[in-house]
């Protein structure tokens, strides 16, 4: 049977790039055959805003079939699983209820394993290659879920003078969640909304070496085709196929299908 890897996309420091690229890295891996299901973890709804409409986001979001469900319990996640326009790529929706998830797990027995045992019988069944997870900005329960979940990490990081505040924090609390689930590995970190020309460019690079952790060699850089792209609830790759970004995100999406093998 196939075996199906779930990746989460995960750093605290907000807008470093995680919605962007789970969006992008999911659509890459779907066009090159893979099939891949979409999680939106986020109650900010911006995985699900990259592929439908916003009245449709909302829809979804306020209906029986999303995430906040699944956790609540009220729904099982291979029902909400949604068909996206795209060949080889589902989603599960979000909700903006997510914003009480803390409150909805803090009773739970083994709280943080809620969101692994809701993603056991779609994983066991092998019907995707990949289960992309786009995490919140933020480092909770819920996060710590999400990481429970997933098999391996990939970190944005952007590529600004503040852009690698709080990795380290970060690094130690996956370390932590290694101690309750030991199959979690950072597969690395990928760098965003990078402009060459700028020094701090090339600082967070040789910082980022320096560090010890691998870093993808395809980073992305600043693209005004991806903010277009999203006003139209696609992915940039999608929108504007010969575009800079659409190019970086293929050839990152490639190399962590490999690094995955
Ligand atoms: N390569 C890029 N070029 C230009 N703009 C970008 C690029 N990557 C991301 N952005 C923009 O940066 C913003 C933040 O990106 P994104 O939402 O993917 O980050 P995030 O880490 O998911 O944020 P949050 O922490 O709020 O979930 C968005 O407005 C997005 O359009
Ligand atoms: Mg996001």
Redesign the pocket.
Known sequence: MKKTTVICFA?N?????????CANVGYALAQSGRKVLLIDG?M?L?LSLSFFDEDSVFEMAAGAKNLFRVMQGRAVLEECVTDTKYENLWLVPSSTLMSGIEFELFPKLQREFILRKALAAIKESGKYDYILV?A??TLGTWVINILAASDKVVI?VEASPWGLFGLANMFEFIGEIRGIAPQLEVLGITV???SERKNYFKQTMQTLAESGNYVFENY?????N??KA?DESQPVIAFSPKSR?SQEFIALAKEIDEKCQ
């Open positions: 750093n420091k907000g807008g470093s790039g995680k919605s962007t690229t986020d900010q911006n786009d919140p900005p944005p965003t909304k990078v992305v850089r600043v693209d005004v991806i903010e999203q970004s």
